[in-house]
């Protein structure tokens, strides 16, 4: 009787999973075949869409036109020093309140887990505000230096560094080893699991961000590729085909990151679920 319940569970999980997964591509999947059809918005159903002539001319398009190339570059730019930021100061932050007692760490601590639960339109007026005042609208410090370090990841580090045992550390000082050392040879490599899925998290989150970059430039050379795609969208009608193909094109990097560094991924996100 246990077994025809338990394959009855196991089919209905991957029934469920499965239909779960197509939701997850079936908008990928249609942005990929809109992106290849010459005037996508021409067509009235699905099966014409589906029967149309294939073309490639959306993406070259949306490749030479419209500074695409320059956005591709300023959010390549800005993901990857916001990205740097986040995994050294995070790491710093994280391992200070994870091995470190100092008057106020609780509250200090309290204080950081609160703003996560701020919006980020709650900053928005005071943190452009904050920017004009020091002259960094339409530069790249608007873009990066605000998101240098983030709650999350401090708090992801911490939680991570508390896991792995201090002895490691211990024995390090009891050979000579000064602080520096410690932290960039033997924390960072113990804690290179949650590192990498930090700089993933970031980098996915910087490279979509439109909120901040929107309002933080306002000319073409600094603004970002979420905020040059918004500019497909007219007031009278939407150029779907290289809309589509721009999103498209700004979907590979993103997916190169998960492709390349999936086992990494599993392995910062299930560390420590584990114990001995």
Known sequence: MTRP???T????????????????IAPMAWMIITSLRANPEQYGTLSEILSAATTFENYADAWKSDNFLRYFLNSLFVASFVTAGNVVFCLWAGYAFARRRFMGRTLLFATILGVLVVPQQVIMIPLYRLMAELGWINTYWALIVPWLVTPFGIFLVKQYVESMPSEIEDAARIDGAGEWYIMFRVVMPLARPVLTVLAIYTFLSNWNSFLFPFLFTNDEAHRTLPVGLAFYLGKQSIDWGHLMAGA???????????????????EGLTAGALKE
């Open 9 to 24: 569970g196991r089919i209905a999980t991957n029934v469920l999973l499965t239909i779960v997964a197509l939701g997850m």
């Open 5 to 7: 319940i338990a394959i």
């Open 248 to 266: 498209s094109i700004a979907a590979i990097p993103v997916l190169g990151l998960f492709i390349v560094f999936q086992k990494r991924i599993i």
